[in-house]
């Protein structure tokens, strides 16, 4: 019922927030249709794709990383409008508060990812099934799942608004170039191949790449045996984190 | 309802709350009052379970602050002294989220968040967010969200603070209807001595994180005779040592450039007062009189004003914090 009820909080935040939403779509499409058509003609990615079907995972896993750490923002808006007190407060375990402020934030990351695929659809950059769409959508919460939390282990830190998101900043960068989400992962050099591979980003969206447009770089299993892995350590973080805070 | 034994809050050298004993009674009104960075918020903090005291116990509708946390939550509700209200959401949504943290059934929330949305006077305003309430309103909501799961005890902190005096008179009106149609027991921190006159059936003076005085309002008063004289006069000092050997007064204390005198009979002792200050040579600035507050109360005891800091609470822990240092 808590969990629930916090959940219930975030989307009605999301839906009445409608400039986020339609922000939120801008920076992937821009990267989409700009840097996709720009290098559409000057690349060729195996399996004999097109450059911006390539990139079309990528920008959904771009538009679900931005959206779900950013949701920690929230946590840091309760905080300084002393919402979190209300909450803290009432006769109910961190853990649930954590939970409800997870499966909020990777919800509404997950309306926005499914919001950007359907007008990549419709602009005709990919083509895939509904049952590849209905395929993703494990894959789509788990990553923000881990990535809310990770948002949340942050804003338990931080008091600020502002800091928060140079915080993020200086760590979404990074996330996303070295994910694989512009470029294939097969033939990079040893050091940056190392890092990418370190990122679980990376196989988040090899298992997108892989049911929507096919060719992955990793066996599906692998891809979600590492993001269910990885949800749950940040999960856990997290709540550690909750219960620490203050 | 509450009963605490040797209370106490330390953070760090800083002993915020010491040793502090309370006994309030179901239904009653109980106010805490004292300056800013008394200890009040911090005394309230650990009675709601949001602070572990340092040592000492607390139990509060039966269960122990510090050991059922679970169990003291779901009795009490809480106002907190700064804003904690969700601005997107409307005034019945911010209801709703509450009684749903609390568990109640749907039908339940919905009578009982219609029933205290009158009691507020907020009934026309429920589908408004809460962003475009004016203070008084977000106040008036945040007091019915208090109440939303029928706690048994109610804690209000500093509930009127940088109100208007006409709001906080409403505010007041509001404590006291809910006190009496609820049967809740009310705990009060303020530090305007009229609101724990007006609010309270028993009152705390409390200060440096001891209470210093206890009883009703109308008693701590009448320990101050019928009246206090207050005189401006050219060397106070002086001045109220040349009163104390007359023995005219109860009592007598030197604050800033006036002096302060608890008296029986005022009417009758001002021009003796004024004759006595001329033959020693002192000037007469101005005299005022009235009867006594909870204001001269704390004067008395503690040879300051309730207001005298206008400093946040933490200023005020903070200066506490370094005057300890400093010795």
Known sequence: MAIYTIWLREMLHFIRDKSRIIGSMGMPLFFLLFIGTGLNSAFSVPG????????APGIV????LFGSIFSGLNVVADKQFGFMKEMLVAPVPRSSLVLGKTLGGASTALLQALLLLSLVFLLGAVKFSLIALLLVIPIMFFISASFVNIGIIFATRISDPHGFQVIMNFFIMPLFFLSGALFPVDNLPGWLKILVLANPLTYGIDGLRGILIGHPTFPLW??????VVFSAITVLIGAYAFEKMQ | MIDTKELTKRFGELTAVKSIELHIQEGEI????????????????MLSTILTPTSGTAIVAGHNVATEREDVRKDIGVVFQDPSLDDELTGYENLEFHGRLYGMSKDERKERIVELLELVELIDKKDIPVKNYSGGMKRRLEIARGLMHKPRV?????PTIGLDPQTRRYIWKYIKEMNAQERVTVLVTTHYMEEADYLC???????HGEIIALDKPSRLKSKMGKSVISMDVSKPDKFCELVRKSKWVIKSKCVGDKVHLTVKDGEKLIPKLVILAEKNGLNVNSITMHSPTLEDVFIQLTGRH????QASSTDALRKRFMARRGH
């Open chain 1, 48 to 55: 004999g794709v097109g450059y911006m079907e390539f990139m």
């Open chain 1, 61 to 64: 896993g771009m538009i679900l």
């Open chain 1, 222 to 227: 692998i891809d979600f045996t590492i993001l």
């Open chain 2, 30 to 45: 109980f106010g805490l009052l004292g300056p800013n960075g008394a200890g009040k918020t911090t005394t309230i903090s």
């Open chain 2, 154 to 158: 109610l804690f209000l902190d500093e």
């Open chain 2, 201 to 207: 059936d028993k009152v705390a003076i409390i200060d």
């Open chain 2, 306 to 309: 309730l207001r005298e800091e």
